[in-house]
């Protein structure tokens, strides 16, 4: 009888002690839920979007850099682990950095190559930025386009339009790009896209009323940054990202 009684507690004991077990087992899968959600909630995904200005000069990189580097970098479809070495952000905001950059893409649309034909756009959608940084219209300064010249400004309203009816409803900065220093490509003209193109990207500004990034006149007095006259390299990149950061950390 006695040994009945202590069998019978026995595996009361055993039935409680796994049933703690079980219990402690969901709360731990619960408590890391629901901090794995609470952290991908606080984390803000950049976009930065363009040419090759944007996908080989590295500025999206130094710019991740800035802001703390303590989330996924990603370029096009593929993402990087973060680095904390790197984090100079003193608040525990996390900055997801995304390289949509695509080389020789246009604003304009009837070219061979325009942005929203390219699959980096389609990238960008399915990365539902919080906030977009758009760098075009470098190639829409080639002599063979100024036909089309009447079709820029709807055209990137067109592609403002695309990003601003994505459901992470993103704020979104157009960038004046850098100045075209020389011509050595012989594809670029310079005075077509100091005259019209960034006239044109400020008139986009406006009907769209949208904050502009002012990276032109930031590296205007800098035409050694820029080898080939049209590309910037290290340097520029850092100058170009310094210009972003300081836009969207004084927001």
Known sequence: MVAFDMNKKNARLLT???A??????????????????????????IACIGDSLTQSSGYPYELWKLLGSNA???????????????????????????????GSTTVLLNTETPYMNNSMFK??????????????????????????????????????SAFQDLA???????????????????????????????????????????PIIDVYSALANYPNYFPDGEHPNSAAAKLIANEAYITITSQ
């Open 72 to 102: 996924p970098y990603t370029v096009g479809n593929h993402s990087y682990t973060p680095n904390d070495q790197n984090n100079t952000l003193t608040d525990s905001t996390q900055y997801a950095v995304g390289n949509f950059g695509a």
């Open 168 to 210: 992470s409803k993103p704020k979104i900065w157009v960038v004046l790009p850098p100045p075209i220093f020389s011509n050595q490509s012989g594809k670029l003209d310079p005075e077509y896209f100091a005259s019209t193109i960034i006239p044109g990207i400020k008139q986009v500004a406006k009907e769209t009323n949208l």
């Open 20 to 45: 703690i077990l079980l219990i402690s087992g969901l709360a731990v899968v619960f408590i890391l839920t629901y901090k794995h959600q609470q952290s991908e909630s606080d984390v803000i995904r």
């Open 123 to 160: 990238n960008v959608l399915q990365f539902q930025p919080n906030i977009i940084i758009i760098m075009l219209g470098t190639n829409d300064a080639q002599p063979n386009l100024k036909q089309y010249n009447t079709s820029f400004v709807d055209d990137y309203i067109k592609m403002v």
């Open 16 to 18: 409680m002690g796994l």
